[in-house]
């Protein structure tokens, strides 16, 4: 949608104006990865489909979120959480790479699903 792009440019222009901003690690604190998701069943009343929600934390810091409606009609709030495990589950693989890559080893990760 427009509006939607419209308001992730307003928000570019105010980061662009904040270059102090940022998230900020201490030498000792803990990088432990946890990654939450959650769904509502069937939340979406026009065709029934759930909406998946996830939010993965390094430390106490969120840094990576997602919010979606789900491609898949399910027959069970069972089955609804499932899929949105499956998909909060596929932002972990990235981010362990990216810790990886920037030399951060013996991280401990941490997956709960909300039923």
């Not at 000792?28 to 979406?44: N, R, T």
């Not at 029934?48 to 929600?53: H, N, P, Q």
């Not at 069972?78 to 920037?102: F, H, K, M, R």
Request: glycine share 6%; charged share 20%.
């Amino acid at each position: 949608k427009v509006s939607h792009l419209n308001a992730v440019k307003r928000i570019f222009r105010y980061l662009k104006g904040k270059p102090y901003l940022g998230l900020w690690y201490l030498n000792d604190s803990p990088f432990d990865l946890v990654a939450y998701s959650d769904s509502d069943y069937a939340g979406v009343s026009l065709d029934r489909k759930s909406i998946a929600e996830g939010c993965q934390f390094l430390g106490c810091r969120l840094i990576s979120w997602q919010c979606k409606k789900q491609t898949v009609v399910v027959t069970s709030s069972t089955e609804d959480e499932y899929v949105a495990a499956t998909s909060g589950c596929a932002q972990v693989p990235w981010i362990q790479n990216q810790l990886l890559d920037y030399g951060i080893l013996g991280f401990e990760l941490t997956m709960q699903v909300a039923l």
